[in-house]
């Protein structure tokens, strides 16, 4: 169960690099068709992606410190703090902006956790 968690946490981890990239570098081509925004409305909120896209880069470092850490206490405080927090920002994403953010985020995130906890 340990290994499945590992590679169910990395999955979540990658995907939020992704975001990161979207909502920060690649937000005016690539982010932009992501999100199906006109370029009008992406420079617009621009600024605000580039922001949420910081925010997700916190939680990519919190997940990485679990990875990395070498106290085994401190690592799965660190897992367990990002996978929540992306678990709860992902049903707030599914609830004001698009339901699929559920599947994105907030399934990959729960199912770390349940495997985490089933170790």
């Known amino acids: 169960m340990f ?3 590992q ?3 990395g999955l979540v981890v990658l995907i939020h690099v992704y975001i990161v990239l979207l909502e920060t570098v690649l937000f005016q081509t690539r982010g932009r068709r992501v ?3 006109s370029k ?3 420079d617009v909120v621009q600024p605000a992606m580039s922001n949420q896209g910081c925010y997700n880069g916190f ?3 919190a997940l ?3 990875f990395v850490h070498p106290d085994a206490a401190t690592a799965s405080a660190f897992t367990v703090f ?3 927090c992306v678990a709860v920002a992902g049903v ?3 609830i004001t902006v698009k339901r699929t953010i559920l599947l994105i985020q907030t399934l990959p995130a729960v199912i770390a956790l349940a495997l985490h906890y089933a170790v």
């Open 3 to 5: 290994l499945a968690a």
């Open 7 to 9: 590679i169910v946490t």
């Open 35 to 37: 999100f199906g925004l």
């Open 40 to 42: 009008e409305k992406a």
């Open 59 to 61: 939680l990519v470092a």
């Open 64 to 66: 990485v410190v679990g």
């Open 82 to 84: 990002g996978l929540c």
């Open 92 to 94: 707030w994403g599914g």
